[in-house]
């Protein structure tokens, strides 16, 4: 019998200090069954709030540009992306109190969990609970790395996975369709390992079949090498000769390229790490600069006024006098002291010489003393947000000098040890029967390596196989149930009779796999050159959904979707519209991005769920509109009310609300 996989359904979200919601520093939503829509302009933050929710559920934020290779390596090498990600989305000063925290539901069992924007695999909350709220894992006394460990076994038992790798890949590649645009559709790399999930293997045998491709592919990789050094070294014995029986060099180059290679890159991230310290110290120096020349200018400015008004009110000794009850003179405190002081300004003498007071007027210095002290509130902002960095960065550029010295050393050590060798090496003048005798080494040592390599990537192949027969047979025994739910959402889509079959795939370099093939109108095809990008995507959400909807039984589980609408005319964005609303009356949830516009998705998905299954969150309120999106806020205001209708007119007997 195949497994079931639970995944989750998200409840709630929460994101503290988030300065890129400038005018929401907390913003906490509900999100409930059904759609959750966060509709916004351009350039608000919309796919920044989905990457934030990933963030929560797994420590990753996708990386644009990095190739999907494997399930554990795109874990390993993603998570230290999430700290330059949100780097520029949180204030230096906010660092260590922002954080996302999200609740969510895993069948019976539910989750809140809570992270540091830049400790991805630490967690500063944990919450595990079920239906009856009693508590089902220990937290008391552990830290956030030992709760990242907590929640990490957890929610391998509920979602039924061997690793968290697995989870994270599921979150962000089938789960999730976001800004990447990363179509599983026609990536058999990524098709692959969603299939061995999707179609019931054990969670083990699918990590097994993931980690056996990846090591074919290395294989593979390193017999092209060797293959490539073998031929390379015989060129050069046939341009040297005959061979001749010499003690051979110790090939010792590779090992001193290495060294030499981490050698100058970790001095070159210490160079760098070095430049961005001393700009960091230069902006202190220009802002501490900036601040005592703001000052001076306020004290020349106020003493103007005082000069030109005559009058003592505004000098600090008598503000401090009024304001702390103390006379800063004799340092006698109480009512008397401002009582004393107030009676003898108003009656237009001096409070220290009694002298009696001639006003002058200069209109405009107060405003000037007004606007400079705003300029200096500001600057002691920025100023406190230098200094924090520079010592941020300090810090690193000092981890990276002690990685020179580390490096360093190494060089230092391996050229003791290796002095004859190295200088023999680098001499040009190596007699030809050495040459050819180190040539003749390099060679043999070459097809030896390549011989090998081969034989490892012929038994991985072998074992390989019955994991993949395994899946064949699932699928074929799941195809009653799944294509048909992928028939129906394509078809609501794109209005045309599509079916779906596994094939294998065969790419340059890399281990046969299966894949998923689509027929279009009776054409079976891995390419489909004549929809448009927007309609391939829907294609892709549409198998994504199927597959979903198959693994997760009745149990449930959302996506997340990120401003889908696209470049779609208007009657393909009606069918989308409706291709979503099936997947949500099949009771599963869509937490999805939009640009408030004049979109048929969202008007057709309104209209079919109505506000008891969909909820409408205005973004436009979250932070400052662009100039150009101040000046069309009314049309905003105008398509928000016209979404707003369709939710209302498909269920009447119900009020209008709409979070903001």
């Known amino acids: 019998m195949s497994v079931k996989r639970k995944l989750p359904v998200l409840e709630r979200v929460e994101l503290k200090n988030f300065t890129l919601y400038q005018n929401m520093r907390h913003v906490d939503v509900t999100v409930g069954p059904g759609v959750f829509c966060l509709a916004g302009a351009n350039g608000m933050g919309k796919s920044t709030f989905l990457a934030a929710v990933n963030y929560g559920y797994t420590g990753i934020v996708p990386q644009p540009d990095r190739t999907f290779k494997s399930v554990d390596e795109y874990y390993r090498f993603s998570l230290p992306y999430a700290a330059d990600y949100f780097d520029g989305r949180v204030d230096e000063t906010d660092r260590d109190s922002a954080e996302v925290r999200i609740s969510f539901s895993i069948d019976s069992v539910h989750y809140e969990v809570a992270r540091n924007f830049f400790e991805p695999q630490s967690l500063t909350y944990l919450s595990v609970k079920d239906d009856q709220g009693n508590p089902l894992i220990d937290t008391e006394g552990l830290d956030g790395a030992a709760l990242h460990t907590q929640y990490t076994h957890r929610i391998l038992q509920d979602c039924r996975l061997n690793k968290f790798e697995?989870?994270?890949?599921?979150?962000?590649?089938?789960?999730?369709?976001?800004?990447?645009?990363?179509?599983?559709?026609?990536?058999?790399?990524?098709?692959?390992?969603?299939?061995?999930?999707?179609?019931?293997?054990?969670?083990?045998?699918?990590?097994?079949?993931?980690?056996?491709?990846?090591?074919?592919?290395?294989?593979?990789?390193?017999?092209?090498?060797?293959?490539?050094?073998?031929?390379?070294?015989?060129?050069?014995?046939?341009?040297?000769?005959?061979?001749?029986?010499?003690?051979?060099?110790?090939?010792?180059?590779?090992?001193?390229?290495?060294?030499?290679?981490?050698?100058?890159?970790?001095?070159?991230?210490?160079?760098?790490?070095?430049?961005?310290?001393?700009?960091?110290?230069?902006?202190?120096?220009?802002?501490?600069?900036?601040?005592?020349?703001?000052?001076?200018?306020?004290?020349?400015?106020?003493?103007h006024r005082m000069q030109a008004n005559r009058t003592p009110r505004l000098h600090p000794v008598v503000q401090s006098a009024i304001n702390s009850h103390k006379c800063e003179v004799c340092g006698n405190e109480g009512e008397q002291v401002v009582r004393h002081v107030e009676q003898i300004l108003e009656s237009g003498h001096c409070p220290l010489c009694a002298s009696e007071l001639v006003v002058a007027t200069n209109p405009g210095a107060m405003d000037e003393l007004e606007s400079i002290d705003r300029d200096l509130a500001g600057l002691q902002k920025d100023l406190k947000d230098a200094q924090v960095r520079a010592r941020r960065l300090r810090s690193e550029m000092d981890e990276r000098g002690r990685s020179v010295e580390v490096s360093s050393d190494a060089l230092m050590k391996f050229e003791a040890e290796h002095t004859s060798a190295l200088a023999l090496i680098a001499d040009p003048n190596i007699s030809t029967i050495a040459r050819r005798a180190a040539a003749k080494t390099e060679f043999?040592?070459?097809?030896?390596?390549?011989?090998?390599?081969?034989?490892?990537?012929?038994?991985?192949?072998?074992?390989?196989?019955?994991?993949?027969?395994?899946?064949?047979?699932?699928?074929?025994?799941?195809?009653?149930?799944?294509?048909?739910?992928?028939?129906?959402?394509?078809?609501?889509?794109?209005?045309?009779?599509?079916?779906?079959?596994?094939?294998?795939?065969?790419?340059?370099?890399?281990?046969?796999?299966?894949?998923?093939?689509?027929?279009?109108?009776?054409?079976?095809?891995?390419?489909?050159?004549?929809?448009?990008?927007?309609?391939?995507?829907?294609?892709?959400?549409?198998?994504?959904?199927?597959?979903?909807?198959?693994?997760?039984?009745?149990?449930?589980?959302?996506?997340?979707?990120?401003?889908?609408?696209?470049?779609?005319?208007?009657?393909?964005?009606?069918?989308?519209?409706?291709?979503?609303?099936?997947?949500?009356?099949?009771?599963?949830?869509?937490?999805?991005?939009?640009?408030?516009?004049?979109?048929?998705?969202?008007?057709?998905?309104?209209?079919?769920?109505?506000?008891?299954?969909?909820?409408?969150?205005?973004?436009?309120?979250?932070?400052?509109?662009?100039?150009?999106?101040?000046?069309?806020?009314?049309?905003?205001?105008?398509?928000?009310?016209?979404?707003?209708?369709?939710?209302?007119?498909?269920?009447?007997?119900?009020?209008?609300?709409?979070?903001?």
């Open 166 to 303: 697995q989870f994270v890949f599921l979150q962000l590649f089938l789960v999730t369709f976001d800004e990447r645009r990363h179509l599983i559709f026609w990536d058999a790399t990524v098709t692959e390992p969603a299939l061995y999930l999707a179609f019931g293997l054990e969670a083990h045998e699918a990590s097994m079949a993931g980690e056996l491709r990846r090591n074919i592919e290395r294989a593979d990789s390193l017999a092209r090498n060797a293959q490539w050094q073998a031929t390379a070294a015989r060129k050069r014995l046939n341009a040297l000769g005959d061979p001749a029986d010499e003690e051979q060099l110790k090939d010792l180059k590779r090992q001193y390229d290495d060294l030499c290679e981490v050698s100058f890159e970790t001095s070159k991230l210490f160079a760098a790490a070095r430049r961005e310290y001393d700009d960091a110290e230069l902006r202190v120096a220009e802002l501490s600069a900036k601040h005592t020349q703001l000052r001076q200018s306020y004290d020349h400015a106020f003493a």
């Open 444 to 660: 043999d040592d070459a097809v030896k390596r390549r011989d090998e390599q081969r034989a490892k990537r012929e038994a991985f192949r072998r074992e390989l196989k019955p994991l993949q027969k395994k899946l064949a047979t699932a699928y074929e025994d799941a195809e009653l149930r799944f294509v048909p739910l992928f028939r129906q959402l394509a078809h609501q889509f794109i209005g045309l009779d599509l079916d779906i079959f596994l094939g294998k795939t065969k790419a340059e370099g890399k281990a046969e796999s299966y894949n998923l093939q689509l027929e279009v109108q009776g054409t079976r095809r891995q390419t489909t050159s004549e929809l448009s990008e927007s309609q391939r995507f829907f294609l892709d959400i549409a198998l994504r959904m199927a597959l979903l909807q198959h693994m997760s039984g009745q149990h449930g589980a959302g996506m997340l979707i990120d401003t889908p609408e696209g470049s779609l005319d208007i009657s393909y964005e009606k069918r989308a519209g409706s291709m979503f609303a099936g997947f949500i009356n099949d009771g599963y949830q869509i937490v999805m991005t939009a640009n408030i516009n004049a979109s048929q998705l969202l008007v057709q998905l309104a209209s079919v769920c109505g506000k008891d299954r969909m909820k409408l969150v205005r973004m436009t309120e979250w932070a400052p509109l662009s100039e150009v999106q101040a000046e069309s806020e009314d049309l905003f205001d105008k398509a928000f009310q016209f979404i707003e209708k369709a939710l209302v007119a498909a269920n009447p007997q119900l009020t209008l609300f709409t979070e903001v």
